[in-house]
């Protein structure tokens, strides 16, 4: 069954009702089906968390991406006769970046809204921005997202091609939006300016403090164990990026104070214009003293999560700080590891072996616990005065401590 079909008036159309998602990834380059299945899955949780389902997932591999439609026309064609055989299905998502052409062309062929993974995590991110920081951080990525593609979304001037004298209007029109776009993106960047100079002061205010802050990849427990180690409400949700805006608490163990902050998570495929947005939230992050990198080792590809936070750190220019790994989630890893017949004996030598490997692996130290669980909490908190003490040292040598 066709559906009936109005670029300009869909576009515009709030999320009236229930959304249902085709999901498409291309396997090209050097990537593998099980890596671009492993990204899919991850689509499907950015889906979820934005409000809509997931009824169906593609996967093609290309030598390259189709320069008008992303993928062949024969899986265009099979992802066609499914949106028109099921009503409900109102949007596909593609797992790369589409160029303004590219969604244009499938749009005018799916006749559904055509979403890419950036797309999606601005969607995201513009539900869960609260403070004005972070508003003007999406929308600037936004901005930032849509200025290359505006052609390609032209599509209302598409439709007066051959007309005598419109050649020249169009072009105009479009440079003036182009202009108006380049000048809203100056202007959120003078604002950015503005609050971050505000942020500096406000960081300045807090005096000479041992900062802590918490980094890893999103979903992983930062929120949960920033609420149990600062004991403070903190939102926390079982979605991605349910933490935009940094979060700082003053904790106090055994008479040493120091900051602990929560920041926004960590994503692979982050867009580069949303980390270049989001640059002034991670100044937490660069003027830290010390990283508590939440890994959630329940996770069957934590160690890509990993290195892909490493990665996101070596860009932020604060790679070299130490760095404590804390592997979050460790009740769910032995319910999905070890078996049920296994003694109590066994189990910790095994999570001994693993916790060196770990170790030798990514060269930091590294602990085991459950923030839900409340497991090896007391031990985490130790290992962090132990480092809080350490950077206190080096900073004031000759200071006599309280403790």
Known sequence: MSKEWNLSTQQNKGLKREEHAVLVGVVYGMQTEEQVNEYLNELE?????????????????????????????????????????????????????????????????????????????????????????????????????????????????????????????????????????????????????????????????????IRVALVGYTNVGKSTLMNVLSKSEVFAENKLFATLDTTVRKVVYENVPFLLSDTVGFIRKLPHHLVESFKSTLDEVRESDILLHVVDIGHPHFEDHVNTVNETLEELGARNKPTLLVFNKIDAYRELNFDKLLDAETKQEIERELQQNLKNQFEYDNIFISALERENLEELREKVITMVKREYQIRYPYEVKPW
Do not use: C
């Open 45 to 209: 949780f950015l889906a979820l968390t934005a409000g809509a389902k997931t009824d169906r997932r593609y996967i093609q591999k290309l030598p390259n991406p189709h320069p008008r439609t992303f993928i062949g026309k024969g899986k265009l064609e099979e992802i066609k006769k499914y949106v028109d055989d099921h009503e409900d299905v109102n949007m596909v998502i593609f797992d790369d970046d589409l160029s303004g052409k590219q969604v244009s062309a499938l749009e005018t062929e799916l006749k559904v809204k055509i979403v890419d993974r950036s797309s999606l995590i601005l969607d995201i991110f513009a539900r869960r921005a609260q403070t004005a920081q972070a508003k003007t951080q999406v929308e600037l990525a936004q901005l930032q997202y849509l200025l290359p593609r505006l052609r390609g979304l032209w599509t209302h001037l598409e439709r007066q091609r051959g007309g005598i004298g419109m050649r020249g209007p169009g072009e105009k029109e479009i440079e003036t939006d182009r202009r108006i776009v380049r000048d809203k993106i100056s202007l959120l960047k003078k604002q950015l300016e503005k609050i971050d100079r505000q942020a500096v002061t406000q960081r300045k205010n807090r005096g000479e403090l």
